[in-house]
């Protein structure tokens, strides 16, 4: 074979590899806009502006989704304040500290949790709530929960009142890339039954006080279905997820 076709040839190759390469770098960097809290519709607890502009919580759970549908990466850089006066025990019984993402937050019986365990552990969880025909918490209760292991996966530290830290999440389909301070702590898949879930980012907390803030991925209104536009453009409150 001529010597300059196969040098052609090996540069057409490592070129297209390289590309290859850098597309999951692009994905995991993909720019997030920061969401102000006229763009949220809080659906349990209490969600404050600061004087700096930055959000506030100081009740025992709280939950939020975007008013509008985007990209489903979402990311929550927050400050831990500390427990609240009170605290409300999960289905559980257990008394669990804990901040983190929803994403595809269809209702509260079906949507994808990605959340980290400030204590009495210190981990991150995932999990699937899928509950199809109910929408509402009384219909489905804490029910529908399944647990999600990651293909790989880094401990995190325990979070310390004072203490700032973030974590990112980026939804492709059915993987998901969980990243906290920067570091990638969570990948994997969370099942084909995502598929069947539609609906906006969001956030939940849980027995903690938090300052922090809240960005999303690119606007996205063509993925948003109708009934969905109506019942978080209505904003309506929810006993609990």
């Known amino acids: 074979m001529n010597p300059r076709l196969v040098a052609v040839c090996a540069f057409i190759a490592s070129w297209y590899c390289a590309s290859a ?38 009740t025992p759970s709280a939950r939020g989704v975007v008013r509008v549908a985007t990209a ?6 927050f400050r831990y304040v500390g427990p609240t006066q009170s605290s409300e025990p999960l289905a559980s019984g257990e ?26 552990d210190a981990r991150i969880a995932v999990s699937l709530k899928r509950n199809p025909g109910k929408h509402t918490h009384e219909a489905c ?20 009142p004072g203490e700032s830290h973030a974590l990112r999440a980026d939804l492709h389909g059915t993987n998901l890339t969980l990243t906290a301070d920067g570091r990638v702590v969570w990948e994997g898949t969370v099942g084909d039954e995502i598929a069947e879930v539609e609906g906006p980012v969001g956030f939940r907390t849980d027995n903690a006080r938090f300052e922090f803030e809240f960005a999303a991925g690119k606007a996205d209104p063509g993925t948003q279905s109708n009934t969905l536009d109506k019942r978080v453009n209505r904003c309506l409150p929810s006993a609990g997820d």
């Open 95 to 120: 008394v669990r500290r804990q901040i983190g993402l929803k994403l595809r937050a269809q209702d509260t019986c079906n949507l994808l949790y990605a959340m980290w365990h400030l204590e009495p």
């Open 141 to 160: 209760g804490a029910r529908g929960y399944v647990n999600r292991k990651p293909r790989t996966g880094v401990a995190v530290p325990k979070v310390l």
């Open 21 to 58: 390469q850098s597309i999951p770098l692009a994905i995991a960097a993909a720019p997030l806009q920061r969401i102000e809290m006229e763009e949220l519709c809080v659906t349990n607890g209490v969600v404050s502006v600061l004087p700096d502009g930055r959000l506030a919580i100081d």
């Open 72 to 77: 489903q990466t979402a990311e929550i850089r």
